[in-house]
């Protein structure tokens, strides 16, 4: 058999020009190789015989380097390329998720491997395709070799040539930040949007391009395909985005620069990351899809029973909202950390994060099921954390004066909570490394098992970038340093997530999108939860920290805005938003004026077994059910845009033969989010397998429903 299979490579060698096929299990995904004339990698790929990616390049530019080229020209890994082989092979596998949508999770592709020559330079190269039901992932491999050892990318050519101008969902290409309003708009529209969206002379908006935008690109042509462009497993290489050529609908990745404008800096042997396509004509199946995770390594924690999904509320809003401040003081601007003693400094009467309010917070999240409390300004330096002190403003271990953290600890304990910890690092980098372990330390010491940490503002050292190669390596050493310690992480203003947290679950969250902190700043637009599962959420939950059922700020602050859905709307963000950690993020006054309502937060999971879509179209609304990890009961919830929906539930995916109590919670006839945001109303029934429910959602609304087994 093995002389047979050398044989067979052999014959096909005279063949190697013809384009190599390798399809998806199902057979509806096709995905071709070959080279072209001038010997440039190229690829193209389609869906029940309907084009989804045109013929486009694959290839590197490399960046000069004088002390690995001796001063000489370097050659790009573009073209003049000869297949040496290539081998195609099947996979098919399940695994169990720490947490997540699903309880198992089935990773079953083909793989197409193309081996490449440059023979002007002596170096080889590996495509590798991957080929699921729901798309595909490619990457590029470097082999350990004697040609190619060191290398710069200048630039990284990866195109994705659409068939049409598409309808996109799409954010501004930023190196920075995430937490802006997704746009909706044809593929040839985005130049003149994109200067709409932007603002021109804000500098710290890091524009690339009038084209450019970010992944998670979800698109929709014009018959009836959902398209979704993202990558996967972003390890040691800098953030993709994509820059479109509007003339002829190509894509191309466009990585984020370093501070010296580089892309990336590799050492063989190495790869890049996952360039994904997910396709459908079903709109459900981009939320359902575990494409980005299988294309990551397998879990290396040998130990994961400290993990733990987490419900948790926290000293936040308040301070987002603008009642309260992080900082326990206004005087002292503009001075190192150690140069301010806090012992008489004048208390400014701000000061959120005190041992009474945080004891309140404690006994509130004990009475009501909360696991964990999470508590901004608690540490020394707030005072001047964003200026010119930052390199070392915060030690990470330093409480303020009314902080007790010994005696809150121990509260928490005694009631069966613990204590979040917040990180922000004003994204000194070289700072927070210097202070993690002792950081982490004083974590072990009281207890602690989450953080949060922030990167709020420009990366120090200067001139780098959020999104940059060296700053996803730091995020990542932040998440290896924290598992050596038993400790969750949930990172705020970090690059968005690419499915490392199948390796390394420990990383329970994200923001790395426009959370709910905006409604306290003029408000999200009712389509943005919507939106978000088919674009951000594709690589990772989200940190979106919903729950306010006091839409309406003024009734209990000086802030004028208000949240943009329905109360009822806040509760089924809980599972359109999934993820393992969830907040209740408003404020205990406030869920006591609301306490039936607040009931669904007390019962709804944040970890499932199961997950079904029912209904989802990108920007208008979607509806799941899923199912309690541990129990057999399910949760279903709804959620819409700006207007309204008729959800029609079909409860067949229930048990056989079981009886649930229902709780419903909807919007009343007359609720619209702007004009009576918080007119709901419950009500319970009997639900079995096979009965249907038509739920009316108003303008930003929704619907939540526990089923509870009886």
């Not at 003339?247 to 892309?263: C, H, I, Q, R, Y």
């Amino acid at each position: 058999m093995k002389k047979f299979s050398v044989i067979l490579s052999f014959m096909l060698l005279p063949m190697l020009a013809a384009a190599q096929t390798v399809t998806s299990p199902d057979g509806n995904v096709v995905l071709k190789f070959s080279l072209s004339a001038s010997g440039q990698p190229t690829y193209e790929m389609s869906y029940k015989n309907k084009p989804v990616v045109k013929p486009s390049h694959l290839g590197l530019e490399l960046a000069k380097d004088k002390h690995a080229s001796k001063g000489k020209n370097e050659t790009d890994l573009m073209d003049g390329f000869k297949e040496t082989n290539y081998k195609t092979s099947t996979f098919d596998e399940t695994w169990t998720p720490v947490w997540g949508q699903y309880a198992k999770i089935r990773n079953h592709y083909n793989e197409l491997e193309v081996d490449l020559n440059q023979p002007s330079s002596n170096r080889n190269i590996i495509i590798r395709f991957r080929v699921y039901n729901e798309g595909m992932g490619l990457r590029y491999e470097f082999p350990q070799q004697k040609d190619l050892n060191y290398f710069i990318i200048k630039e990284e050519h990866t195109q994705f040539a659409m068939a049409g101008d598409h309808t996109a969902w799409w954010l501004p290409g930023d190196y920075d930040t995430q937490e802006q309003e997704t746009q909706e708009s044809k593929l040839s529209e985005i130049r003149q949007r994109f200067k709409e969206a932007v603002n021109w002379d804000n500098s710290s908006v890091s524009v690339f391009s009038p084209t450019g935008v970010q992944t998670s690109l979800q698109m929709k042509t014009q018959d009836g395909l959902y398209i979704n462009i993202h990558e996967a497993a972003c390890i040691d290489y800098a953030t993709m985005h994509l820059n479109l050529d509007d003339k002829n609908m190509v894509f191309e990745s466009w990585l984020t620069p370093d501070a010296a404008g580089l892309k990336g800096c590799m050492q063989t042997p190495c790869n890049t990351p996952w360039r994904t396509v997910m396709v459908s004509d079903d709109a459900r199946d981009m939320l359902a899809s575990s494409l980005i995770y299988n294309l990551n390594e397998p879990c290396k924690l040998e130990d994961t029973s400290w993990i733990h999904p987490t419900k948790y509320c926290g000293v936040w809003w308040e301070m987002i909202v603008g009642r309260k401040s992080w900082n326990y003081t206004d005087e002292y601007p503009s001075v190192k950390l150690g140069e301010i003693d806090y012992t008489k400094a004048k208390p400014n009467g701000r000061h959120g994060a005190t041992t009474a309010e945080v004891k309140r917070y404690i006994d509130f999240a004990a009475a009501n099921g909360l696991s964990e409390v999470l508590v901004e300004g608690w540490n020394v330096g707030w005072e001047d954390w964003a200026n010119m002190w930052k390199w070392d403003v915060f030690d990470f271990v330093t409480p303020y004066p009314d902080f007790d953290i010994k005696y809150l600890n121990e509260y928490a304990h005694s009631k069966g909570v613990k204590l979040m910890m917040h990180h922000e690092t004003s994204s000194s980098v070289i700072n927070y490394e210097r202070h993690m372990e002792k950081g982490y330390q004083l974590m072990d010491k009281y207890g602690y098992d989450a953080v949060k940490s922030g990167y709020v503002g420009d990366i120090i050292p200067r001139g780098d970038h959020h999104f940059s190669q060296a700053m996803n390596n730091h995020y990542l050493y932040a998440i290896k340093e924290a598992a050596k310690h038993h400790i969750m992480v949930n990172a705020h203003e970090a690059t968005r997530p690419t499915g490392i947290a199948r390796t390394y679950p420990n990383w329970i969250g994200n923001e790395s999108a426009r959370g709910t902190e905006y409604e306290a700043f003029g408000g999200n637009s009712p389509e943005h939860t919507v939106v978000l599962p088919f674009t951000r959420l594709q690589g990772g939950p989200m940190d979106y920290t919903p729950g306010i059922l006091e839409t309406q700020l003024k009734t209990w602050s000086d802030n004028t805005c208000y949240v943009h859905t329905t109360l009822v709307g806040q509760l089924a963000l809980y599972l359109v938003m999934w993820g393992p950690l969830q907040m209740a993020a408003d404020l205990p006054e406030n869920y006591a004026k609301y306490n039936d309502a607040f009931q669904f937060i007390r019962d709804v999971a944040c970890d499932w077994s199961d997950s079904k879509y029912l209904e989802a179209e990108p920007g208008d609304y979607i509806t799941v059910a899923r199912k309690a990890k541990g129990t057999n009961n399910w949760f279903v919830a709804g959620k819409c845009d700006e207007h309204g929906h008729v959800a029609k539930v079909n409860f067949n995916f229930l048990d056989k033969g079981r009886k649930y109590e229902a709780i419903i919670y909807s919007d009343a006839k007359d609720a619209d989010y702007k004009n009576n945001p918080k007119a709901y109303k419950i009500t319970k029934r009997i639900i079995k397998r096979g009965d249907k429910l038509t739920m009316v959602e108003a303008p930003g609304g929704g619907f939540a429903i526990s089923l509870i087994v009886k």
